[in-house]
Structure formats: C-alpha cells, structure tokens
C-alpha cells in the first residue's frame, strides 16, 4: 500500500512540475493583426501579413528585457511599413501603431486577460472589422523558431528510469 501511494505521489508532482503555463505579465508588449473584413480574402491576407512580419519581428525572441524590444520595435516602424506595404502591393489602407493600443477581452492558457489599454504593435487593414491575429512579443510568446517544446523534469527522468 506505501509503495502504492509513493508512485501515486510521484506521478502527481510529475506532472505537476511538467506543467508548463504561460501567463502573460502586467509589463508586456502585444502584437495585433487586424483584418478588414472575415471574408476568406480579408483573413488569408491578414495571415500573410502576420508570416511577412514574422521575419522582422523574429528578433523579439531573442530580446531579454523589454527596454531592447522596446527600442528594436520603434526603430524598425519604416521596415515594418515597408514590409506590409510589399504584402498589400500598395492595394489596400492599412495602419500601423506602436503605443497603448485597445484590445478586448482575451483568453490565453485558460486565463481572462480584461479589456483594456496596452503597449503593442498593432497593424489595422482596411477598415479593421475582421478577426484579428495576436500574441505576446515580449515575453517573447510570439514567434517560436522551435514550435515543439521539450521540458524535461528530473524526477520524471527518475520515474522512467524506475519503471524501464
């Protein structure tokens, strides 16, 4: 019966500790794609634009505070421009802000993150009254060179070993 409830134990905080949550904190900077409209078109190119950014916005992932995302964002605003004007073939209006920015309510992980003002990147198309794209560019949430994530425990390693 001990042993029962020591691998019982065991597995819990196994699991427990390879659980792996973000949250977004207060001190964050979003990034928000708005489409023109949710016709196929409007939302295809939305998509487009966020993967021409992604190659701009890339740098995020490595940035370790947010005074440097802060600064690699507002000095790269024209290449940011210039990238969604290439998208677009000068076809369509769009905008782009850095600043406080209205986002409304969001779910993340299972959290409620309230309406509200934030810091972010914003790019509206058109008349921005489609679904939009978004996410966390620092910490850096956004765009992930590795999309599968690894995490190893060192109990669980233990835990395997034992029953190999």
């Given at each position: 019966?001990?042993?029962?409830?020591?691998?019982?134990?065991?597995?819990?905080?196994?699991?427990?500790?390879?659980k792996?949550?973000?949250?977004?904190?207060?001190?964050?900077?979003?990034?928000?794609?708005?489409?023109?409209?949710?016709?196929?078109?409007?939302?295809?190119?939305?998509?487009?634009?966020?993967?021409?950014?992604?190659?701009?916005?890339?740098?995020?992932?490595?940035?370790?505070?947010?005074?440097?995302?802060?600064?690699y964002?507002?000095?790269?605003?024209?290449?940011?421009?210039?990238?969604?004007?290439?998208?677009?073939?000068?076809?369509?209006?769009?905008?782009?802000?850095?600043?406080?920015?209205?986002?409304?309510?969001?779910?993340?992980?299972?959290?409620?993150?309230?309406?509200?003002?934030?810091?972010?990147?914003?790019?509206?198309?058109?008349?921005?009254?489609?679904?939009?794209?978004?996410?966390?560019?620092?910490?850096?949430?956004?765009?992930?060179?590795?999309?599968?994530?690894?995490?190893?425990?060192?109990?669980k390693?233990?835990?395997?070993?034992?029953?190999?």
């Amino acid at each position: 019966m001990k042993k029962t409830i020591l691998i019982l134990s065991i597995l819990i905080l196994v699991l427990c500790l390879n659980k792996h949550e973000y949250r977004i904190p207060k001190d964050s900077i979003r990034f928000r794609v708005i489409a023109n409209s949710n016709n196929i078109e409007d939302q295809k190119l939305k998509y487009k634009v966020v993967n021409n950014l992604k190659n701009n916005l890339i740098y995020t992932n490595k940035s370790t505070n947010i005074v440097e995302t802060r600064k690699y964002i507002e000095e790269n605003l024209p290449l940011f421009t210039k990238t969604v004007e290439n998208t677009l073939n000068n076809n369509k209006n769009f905008n782009i802000n850095y600043g406080k920015n209205y986002f409304p309510e969001k779910t993340y992980n299972n959290e409620i993150y309230p309406e509200g003002e934030y810091e972010s990147l914003v790019v509206t198309l058109g008349d921005g009254e489609g679904d939009n794209f978004w996410c966390v560019l620092f910490p850096p949430l956004c765009f992930n060179e590795k999309e599968d994530y690894n995490y190893k425990s060192f109990i669980k390693e233990i835990f395997d070993k034992i029953f190999e």
